[in-house]
């Protein structure tokens, strides 16, 4: 089971119910940019990637229903090409519950500005982890793969390798692909990069830090006793990202997860002794340079 690792688990979820898919993915087609003439082939592609993506065993774990893992898929489409083709710029963003409160946590929140794939109405998405298949299907299975890894990796420390690995090989299988944004010299910025860091040793404390900031951290905070500990354990989660950040200086992973973690985190400081506030923004201030303005909230009455 998914969180068979965690003791915690086996109270938080109640093992009756139905038995589910990982994802619990609402995805938006927005086609403003091109007009809205064919509106019956734009809820069908939304219809088709929110079934692909579903619908579809992504691991071998049993998932309950309240199990399954929050994302939103935002496709704003930029241009239609040709008659199947589309460019697009896509949302990505997934979320986590919080132990014991109605808050659930940004896992990713990521603006993909490379999505160039083909739609033809009718036509059934396949995908096969050993080979590529079509750039529609291999994009949905990589955020897919990489949103069920880093949920694991909150839960359980480096959990998420396996899903890492497997968004590896759909990378691998497109190197030859027409399509942008899968190979390491098209840009610092793109899926290469968001997942060569993931497996890259030398951010192995980042992936770390996932599981102090959200298991042994947020999860404790339903109580008030544990709020100092909880504290310290997402403080040494932000010290193990600066450390990365000390190796590998404005890396693409670290300000794909700050984006959704800014609310969040000045949240949590608001009420912290002056001494971990001081802490925390020196190390933000490194690690997040364009947003030490609003992390600068945190001293704020």
Known sequence: MKYVISLFFAVFFSLSGTKAQELQATVNVNFNKIGGADQQLYQAMQTTISEFLNT?????????QQERIVCNITIMLEERISTNQFKATVQIQSTRPVYNSGYNAVMLNHTDPDWVFEYVEFQPLEFNDNSFLNNL????AFYAF????????SFSLLGGTEFHQRAQQVVVNAQNAVEPGWRQNQNLRNRYWLNENLLNSAFKPFRES?????????????RSENMIEARKQITSAITKMHNVHKTKPGSMLQQVYLNGKLTEIIGIYSKATPAEKSNVLTMLSEIDPPNILQYQKINSP
């Open 56 to 64: 579809r065993k992504w691991t071998e774990d049993i998932f309950q």
């Open 146 to 153: 990489t949103i069920i890894g880093l949920d694991y990796d």
């Open 137 to 140: 299907s291999s994009l949905l």
């Open 210 to 222: 996932l599981y102090f900031y959200h298991r042994l951290g947020l999860d404790i905070m339903h």
